[in-house]
C-alpha cells in the first residue's frame, strides 16, 4: 500500500496491538510527572539544567516544541528534573514549530549569550496546517542553560520538518567541521544529511541516507562489529516512512571515521514517528550488552499505535524486544538521562524516557511521560 503523506496520519485508528514482551528489562515502563502542556511532534534533548531556576538541579530533560488542540506550531519548552521530580517552564522558542528535531551539544563558540552545553532545535514545521512543504522550516535555534537564552544559528542548507538529531564527532576530512557535530537525519520523505560543527559554526552537507526516511529516530552508539566500512562511533537512523516501502522496519549507520552509511540488522516491528535514544543496555538480557540503540512506540499500519519498544546491541549485532510502554504512542519524543530520584534506590540508575505524542488519530496529545530503567550503577 502506497500512501502519501497527507494521507499518512489519517488512516489511524485508536485501536492498539498487544505485543508480547520476549526480555525484560530491570522494571518496566514507570510514570513520571506529567509536563505542564499536552503536545505531539514534540522533540527533546538531555542537559544541565538551568541555573537559578527553582525546582531544577542537576542534569534535565528538556522537552520543546511540536502541537496540540490549541496550535498548529508550539514555541513551549519545558524542563524535567529527575533530581527533584519537576518540570518547570522555561523561555520559549524564538520559532514556534511542528515536528523539529532536538539534540545537545557544546554550544558554538563566539556566539554571544550562549555558553557550556546547550540544546539544539532544528528544523521543523511552522505554516498554519499541516502537510505543505512550503512550511517546513530550515531554521535552528541554540538554548544555553548556563544563561538561560535562546539564540538563532546558521540556518540547515535543506528545510525540513519531520528529521532526527543527534551528537557525535564530526567526520573526519570534512572541510569547516571539528570537534563534535550535531547531526540532523531524513525528514520531509528525503535523504538529505548534514553536519554542524560548534567550533565553526557552519552546516555541511555529509553523504544520503541509503534510503528515504521521513520521521525516523536518530541515535549514537558505538559502530556494529565486523561490518565494513563502521568503525568507532555511529551515527544511526532508525525506521520512518518512504514512497518506496511505506513504514520502514530498516536501520542504517553512519561511521564519521569513514563518512559511510553501511546497513545494520532491521528492526522486528515497522515504525514511523518513533522516539530514538541510546543508553547502556538493559542488564540481564540475553544478547544485549554494552551500549543501546533504544527504538520506542511509533506506528504502522498493522499495529496502529505502537506500546512496543525494541533495543539494538552492536556488541552482538542484534535487536530484543523489550517491556513495552504503559501509554501506546507515536509522535513522542525519547531521551536518556538519569533515573528519577523519588525512589531512593533508582538514586543513580540511568533511563530511557518517552515523553508526550499521541496514543491515536486524530491527535489526541499527551502530557503523560514515562522512564525505563536500563541501568542499575548509573554507567554514563
Known sequence: MKISRGLLIPVLT???????????????????????TPANGLASATAPCPKDIEGLKGTCVYSFGGQNSDAPTLDTVEAYSPATDTWRTLPGLPTARYAPAG?????????EGLEGTCVYAI???????WPNPAFDTSTVEAYSPATNTWK????????????????????????GLKGTCVYAIGGAFGDAVEAYSPATNQWKTLPPLNTDRDAP?????PCPKNVDGLKGACVYAVGGFNFTDDVLNTVEAYSPSTNQWKAVPSMSTLRVALGGASAPCPQDVEGLKGACVYAVG??????????????????????????????????????????PRNDTHRSKKICVYAIGGSPSFPFVPLRSAEALVVDRHGRS
Open 14 to 36: 485508536p485501536l492498539f496491538a498487544l505485543t508480547t514482551t520476549l526480555a525484560h528489562a530491570q522494571d518496566g515502563w514507570q510514570a513520571v510527572p506529567e509536563r505542564t
Open 103 to 111: 539534540a545537545s551539544a557544546p554550544c558554538p563558540e563566539d556566539v
Open 123 to 129: 528544523g521543523g514545521f511552522t505554516g498554519p496546517e
Open 152 to 175: 538563532t544559528l546558521p540556518s540547515l542548507n535543506t528545510a525540513r520538518s519531520q528529521l532526527a538529531a543527534t551528537t557525535a564527532s564530526c567526520p573526519k576530512d570534512v572541510d
Open 217 to 221: 529516530a536518530g541515535a549514537t552508539a
Open 298 to 339: 511509533g506506528f504502522n499500519f498493522t499495529d496502529d499505535a505502537l506500546e512496543t519498544v525494541e533495543a539494538y546491541s552492536p556488541s552482538t549485532n542484534q535487536w530484543r524486544t523489550l517491556p513495552s510502554l504503559g501509554t501506546p504512542r507515536f509522535e513522542l519524543t525519547s531521551t536518556t538521562a538519569p533515573c
